[in-house]
């Protein structure tokens, strides 16, 4: 009489194990590098495009009714304290990369956040357990990299999710960054419901653009980088920074230029008078860490 029941109960237990399993398995793999610098000189021009279309209003009070309300959620929920970087890399880790990386921060003795992709982790957990002894932050970017204007609710939940459980194998996030800043309302409240932050960047440094050494014309209607700089990375970034002040970073832990430029950067940064601080430095993002 009760083995039915608990024949039926198994079944439904291995149904359910198997379908959790199904749906990382559907995840696809995050693009490759040349794929990524494709996809984010598009979406780099989109944005630029948009942002030239759309009416800004001084005072905010018509930004409810912009249709591009929630679609770039890229900005940092404090303002630049000028003085002060905070670097963060995206879309590794990468195993000939990253650790170059985590050499340079040490020397400077900087502490940088990793917005890691799950679908990068198997095979390269001792270098997030790495970032984490070393006094790094491990941050989410998604498992395969999707743009998320184009999502269903339950895949922006599984690519979250997945590499949640993944990060949390090895330390705590706590910030989440969309690949391309692309955001929308509905994923918003996602992302803060699973007890996340929301990052953006005050400066895109454009390490994608100069992956292969030089910035192409097409790349440099995102990047506008002045002729002189154009095979420059460094010299490019001391520029841009010297226009804001500071800010938070963007770079990508998967180029060589990126890796091989930190360290000729850093030092310029320093001697400009800056100061390397941190994504949980209460100080100076009190919105970032609130909880
Ligand atoms: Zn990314």
């Known amino acids: 009489m009760m083995k039915r029941p608990i024949s039926l109960a198994l079944s439904a237990l291995t149904l359910t194990a198997s379908l959790a399993h199904a749906q990382e398995e559907a995840l696809p793999q995050a693009p490759s ?3 990524l610098i494709e996809l984010q000189t598009t979406q780099g021009m989109k944005r630029a495009m948009e942002k030239i279309l759309n009416i800004e209003s001084e005072w905010g009070i018509f930004d409810k009714f912009k249709p591009n309300r929630c679609k770039y959620a890229i900005q940092v929920p404090d303002s630049v304290t000028r003085g002060t970087i905070a670097l963060t890399f995206d879309d590794g880790p990468n195993p000939d990369t990253t650790p170059l990386i985590l050499d340079v921060l040490k020397a400077h003795n900087a502490k940088g956040t990793f917005f890691i992709l799950g679908s990068k982790i198997k095979g390269n957990e001792a270098i997030l357990r790495r970032m984490v002894a070393e006094g790094h932050q491990l941050a989410n970017h998604s498992y395969s990299h999707p743009n998320f204007h184009e999502l269903s609710s339950s895949r922006m939940n599984s690519e979250i999710k997945t590499t949640d ?3 949390r194998t090895v330390g705590t996030p706590r910030f989440f960054r969309y690949p391309y800043g692309n955001s929308t309302c509905s994923s918003n409240e996602l992302v803060s419901s699973l007890g996340y932050v929301n990052v953006g960047w005050d400066i895109d440094t454009c390490d994608w653009a100069f992956a292969d050494g030089q910035v192409s014309d097409k790349e440099n209607a995102t990047c506008q980088a ?9 010299g490019y970034v001391a520029n ?3 226009q804001t002040q500071g800010g938070v970073l963007l770079m990508h832990d ?4 990126t890796a ?3 360290d000729r950067l850093m030092t310029m940064l320093e001697q400009d008078g800056y100061r390397f601080v941190s994504l949980t430095d209460r100080n100076i993002f009190p919105k970032l860490n609130r909880r």
């Open 260 to 262: 091989h430029s930190l």
């Open 33 to 35: 590098n040349e794929k």
């Open 254 to 257: 998967i180029h060589k230029n």
């Open 165 to 167: 459980r993944l990060l």
């Open 240 to 242: 841009v920074v010297a």
């Open 226 to 234: 002045p002729q002189h700089l154009r095979r420059d990375y460094a």
